[in-house]
């Protein structure tokens, strides 16, 4: 199934396939062509099921060719930060193709006045936690009776989180002809209860958890220092007894550096980056699929392309850029039902960023220390006070650590 048998906007369609989205996971399946119709959507769907792009590839379509203006209610800043970043990148992806569609993105925990200026002159589509949206309607800087549409993402974590009687501040400001849409992983009874106050015979979409929406990717974190992680990966790659290995590098350069290392050590590995000819990569996909090559070295971009059913093994030994990247990297394993594991390297100066990553794709993992690669290096996080000694003044790289640490705390 494509993007293009859902109903979408030619504009919508070329945003989406701009951001990668080709095929429609089940529950955009599901739920695109209800929203497109103007019925009220239930939808269980978990983070990774594509849920945001359920919700949001519709009402761009009803946004661009109307007069729609969408409130989406989410629980947490950082659910706020990634539903305003995937509608960012979409109306990035938009461009001069529709009307501009101004958003703003507004949460608790931050000074309200810049979000106060976000909202002048309205907003097309406002993505908000319940209680600093209560603070903005109080300060007159947001007016509800104009928004049609409601989004309720993680409604079951809106509940845990004692947002009901804020909630229901919010649903009596909106008006009652409405289009609304309700998503949540969970329906204990009080979430229920709720969809059944907000909805008006909403669609039923019920994902069921199989294999294929939940692939059975077992995610692995290793402790480890820059240099070691050559040796440490060809040690890993001779343990598993000839599986096949996909490897994610920061550059071609990388691929290639890696390759030869690992071919040096008598391991049969290629490289596989944006340059090569469609020839030579389908040779090495080729060569990848039939097992004749047990590792290859790829960057984001070309290991995109890489589409194998029964591929056991990813590591990233650079890590990603983003938790987008992240995603995909490990979602090259563990396709069609199959399980697969996805091991990423983390060394002192990557730690904070792996902890953002973590936190972005709502995972923790433990830190592994692997016998004769134990890190001589440690993170700046796993340092309680560093620079506090008298006399001890921190380095340049010591003090970008710790500003991206305090960052990420913030
Ligand atoms: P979500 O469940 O909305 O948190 O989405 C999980 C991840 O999948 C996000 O990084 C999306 O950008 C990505 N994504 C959503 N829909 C698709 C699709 N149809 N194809 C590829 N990636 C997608």
């Given amino acids: 199934m494509s993007f293009a048998t859902l109903g979408l906007s030619p504009a919508v369609l070329l945003a989406a396939s701009k951001k990668s989205y080709i095929t429609p996971t089940p529950v ?20 990774g099921s594509g849920k945001t792009a359920a919700y949001v590839l519709p009402l761009l379509h009803l946004m661009t060719t109307g007069s729609s203006k969408v409130l989406i209610l ?9 539903v305003g970043d995937e509608i960012k990148g979409l109306l ?7 009307r501009p569609i101004k958003l703003a993105t507004v949460f608790g925990g931050v000074a309200i006045n810049p979000q106060m200026m976000q909202l002048r002159g309205g907003a097309d ?21 104009f928004f049609n549409t409601l989004v309720l993402d993680e409604a079951d974590r809106l509940l845990d989180m004692g947002f009901a009687a804020e909630i229901n501040r919010i649903l009596a400001l909106l008006p009652a002809k409405r ?9 204990p009874d009080e979430v229920t209860a709720l969809a059944e106050g907000i909805l008006h015979q909403p669609s039923h979409v019920t994902i069921e958890n199989t294999e294929i929406n939940q692939p059975d990717i077992l995610q692995r974190a290793i402790s480890v220092d820059a240099h070691a992680r050559t040796a440490l990966l060809a040690q890993l790659i ?25 071919y040096a050590k008598g391991i049969n590995a290629a490289p596989f980056h944006g340059e090569f000819s469609q020839g030579r990569r ?10 004749s090559l047990q590792v290859v070295v790829a960057t984001d971009l070309a290991g995109r392309g890489i589409d194998i059913d029964g591929l056991p093994f990813v590591v990233n030994y650079d890590l990603p850029r983003s938790p987008i990247d992240y995603t995909h990297r490990i979602g090259r394993t563990g396709r069609n039902g199959a399980s697969g594991c996805a091991i990423s390297f983390v060394t002192a100066a990557t730690e904070a960023h792996f902890r953002l990553i973590e936190s972005r794709t709502h995972i923790r993992l433990t830190r592994e220390v692997i016998a004769s690669f134990e890190p001589q290096q440690t993170s700046a996080l796993a340092v309680p006070n560093p620079g506090g000694v008298k006399g001890v003044r921190m380095s340049k790289k010591d003090k970008l650590r710790a500003a991206a640490a305090r960052a990420e705390k913030e």
Avoid: Y
Avoid at 36 to 47: F, M, S
Avoid at 125 to 145: C, F, M, Q, W, Y
Avoid at 179 to 187: D, E, H, K, N, V
Avoid at 243 to 258: I, M, P
């Fill in 125 to 145: 589509v406002l993505v908000a936690t319940p209680g600093r949206l209560l603070d903005l309607i109080d300060k007159n800087s947001v007016r509800l009776e």
């Fill in 238 to 262: 001779q343990d598993n007894g000839g599986q096949r290995v996909l490897v994610f590098v920061a550059s071609k350069q990388g691929a290639e550096q890696l390759a030869n290392q690992l």
């Fill in 179 to 187: 289009q609304s849409l309700f998503f949540s992983a969970t329906f």
């Fill in 28 to 47: 955009q399946a599901a739920v695109i062509p209800a929203v497109l119709w103007g019925e009220d959507v239930l939808a269980q769907a978990a983070t």
């Fill in 74 to 82: 989410v629980p947490t800043r950082e659910l706020a930060v990634q």
């Fill in 92 to 98: 990035a992806a938009l461009g001069k193709m529709t």
């Fill in 282 to 291: 389908n040779q090495v996909l080729a060569e990848f699929k039939s097992g």
